[in-house]
């Protein structure tokens, strides 16, 4: 074992050669969306993406299925395992097999297994001060999902996050790993500050996020300030409050988006300025929309801020 859990990495990396490492993660969740073929879209997605956080390449995977012995329609399933055999094609992924049980609530996910070179390893730690942070996919999927669940959304807002959701984070991995970054983690139920946080603990640094340059979902802070909150938001801004310094300018509809748990969100990279400008050019000749929204500084008296 190379990548265990002492830094809480995205997944795990165990070396079978010299120049060969498994990389293996887990993830399943509970519908999220209503159409049950997005759903499965959304979490095979989410699934890949600790793979592409690590600059792996997805090659297996095992399908995880909770669904109702009885009173539910079977096509829905059907529909479900369409949707995540779909992507798990575009990542050029095997879906090797799977297990179901019987479960009063529908959830799905999948166990997936990549390759990477031991030496090639892209950790959450490791970003040197000076660094740029790069992100990849706006903010705000957890709102969107929570109001959705009111149906107190509209349904361009739902289809906008729906579409990110779904979006593979494989070329932003790609771009990554052929470019050279010196930290990586993909934003997902931690939100961008909990996930931040383990990038900036276990780098030993204090990371700065500038607030207007972080790109944020159409609908998202209206959801916020209409009081469509998820329990996962109260709880990521409940133990990370206390670590994160905000400046007066920054609104409280902001403050909270950026505790926001997301689902199947962007990548999150620290790297020098001037490979930061190599990447952004790489991801926008790709239609990416990665933007830098702040820097690596010297740790300070915590290891958050936003100005």
Not at 117 to 122: E, N, R, T
Not at 223 to 248: A, H, T, W
Not at 257 to 269: A, F, N, V
Request: overall charge negative; proline content about 5%.
């Amino acid at each position: 074992m190379i990548v265990g859990f002492e830094t809480r990495d995205d997944a795990g990396v165990y070396r079978i050669s010299k120049d060969r490492a498994l990389v293996q993660t887990v993830d399943f969740f509970t519908p999220i969306v209503d159409d049950p073929f997005q759903f499965g879209q959304i979490s095979a997605a989410n699934s890949l993406s600790d793979i592409y956080a690590m600059g792996g390449v997805p090659i297996s995977s095992l399908t995880i299925v909770g669904f109702p012995r009885a009173g539910q329609d079977f096509s829905i399933l059907e529909s479900i395992l369409s949707g995540g055999m779909s992507k798990m094609m575009e990542a050029h992924c095997t879906v090797v097999g799977g297990h179901s049980i019987g479960d009063e609530e529908i959830k799905f996910g999948y166990a997936v297994t990549g390759v990477i070179d031991p030496a090639k390893v892209i950790r959450n730690v490791g970003a040197q001060v000076g660094d740029v942070l790069i992100l990849t996919k706006p903010l705000g999927t957890g709102v969107i999902s929570t109001a959705l669940k009111q149906d107190a959304v509209d349904d361009s807002v739902i289809q906008s996050s729906i579409r990110w959701m779904i979006q593979l984070n494989r070329d932003a991995s790609e771009i990554a790993q052929a470019r050279g970054v010196d930290a990586m983690t993909d934003i997902t139920g931690f939100g961008l500050l909990g996930h931040a946080r383990e990038m900036a603990r276990g780098s030993h640094v204090t990371l700065e996020f500038h607030q207007a340059k972080i790109p944020v979902i159409e609908g998202a802070l209206d959801c916020i300030k209409r009081k469509m909150i998820p329990g996962g938001l109260v709880n990521n801004k409940r133990y990370l409050e206390p670590q994160v310094e905000f400046s007066d300018s920054v609104p409280e509809s902001t403050r909270m988006l950026l505790y926001d748990p997301q689902t199947s969100g962007g990548l999150m990279m620290a790297c020098s300025p001037k490979v930061s400008e190599q990447i952004l050019t790489d991801m926008r000749s790709r239609g990416i929309p990665a933007v830098g929204i702040g820097k690596v500084c010297e740790s300070g008296r915590v290891p958050l801020r936003v100005v």
